[in-house]
């Protein structure tokens, strides 16, 4: 029997998602049992490049298939997964199921950096974005997209970070490979608002502030601005006058 089919008819009885280490734990397994074929115990030891190739294979020929449904990998692990245009019969069917709260501008920024330049200590996460981490880094870590990876090598040997298994599922990523490449993010536009005033060096940026209008001398009513005082007129020769003491 064909690798291609049993990997197929194990990811769709399962209920969850299966790496290919687990695929090659159920070949064992099931070659260990008694009376098992010899067909059956030739997988035993099946490489898990075979499986990873197969698996590679299988997905391919149901995207060729055009099926309602395709196999993929998430953080992984494979699973088959339904079309994105049968979303609307599968919401009325199944329900709506809760989802996590999206992930504000901060903690994108944050994650981002974090994904690129893992691993990083929460001393230079501030230093790139300029600004405090600590309640964007309780928010990723609750969320299991942040994880400890060791302390650096450095002086006071601070915490760092990287991805969690989490991330990967959370952007729908295979491996950390499937992030965007540097140059890939350079090509996208980005539309920039016009006239921008640097606030604080390199940090932040803001429009400039409207210019207040003067109002023609001729227009001013001292009713508004109040009465002027007159300007006394200093003789040559004479002293300026004085405010009487108090």
């Not at 990998?73 to 996590?100: D, H, I, Y």
């Not at 974090?114 to 600590?134: H, L, N, S």
């Not at 997209?145 to 915490?159: H, S």
Request: charged fraction near 25%; charge should be negative.
């Amino acid at each position: 029997m064909e690798l291609k089919s049993i990997l197929e008819v194990l990811l769709f009885t399962s209920q969850k998602p299966l790496s290919p280490h687990e695929l090659r734990e159920v070949l064992s397994r099931a070659a260990d049992e008694e009376g098992a074929e010899e067909s059956v115990k030739a997988l035993k030891k099946t490489p898990i490049e075979a499986i990873t190739a197969a698996l590679e294979q299988l997905a391919l020929e149901h995207e060729a298939a055009a099926r309602s449904y395709r196999l993929v990998c998430v953080a992984g692990s494979w699973q088959f997964v339904t079309q994105p245009e049968f979303a609307p019969w599968l919401r009325s069917f199944l329900g709506v199921k809760a989802r996590p709260s999206r992930l504000s501008q901060p903690a994108l920024e944050t994650l981002a950096i974090i994904a690129y330049r893992q691993p990083i200590t929460r001393a230079e996460i501030e230093q790139i974005r300029g600004v405090a981490v600590d309640g964007v880094m309780g928010t990723l870590k609750e969320r299991h997209l942040v994880v400890e990876a060791g302390r650096a090598e450095v002086l006071g040997r601070p915490m760092q970070f990287a991805t969690g298994p989490a991330f990967l599922e959370y952007f729908g990523l295979a491996g950390l490979a499937g992030l965007p490449a540097a140059d890939e993010l350079r090509r996208i536009p980005v539309q920039r608002p016009e006239s921008l005033l640097t606030v604080d060096n390199h940090l932040t940026t803001a429009p400039p502030e409207p210019a207040q209008q003067e109002l023609p001398v001729e227009t001013v009513d001292p009713s508004v601005m109040g009465e002027a005082s007159p300007v006394p007129e200093i003789v040559p020769g004479t002293e300026a006058p004085t405010k009487p003491s108090v």
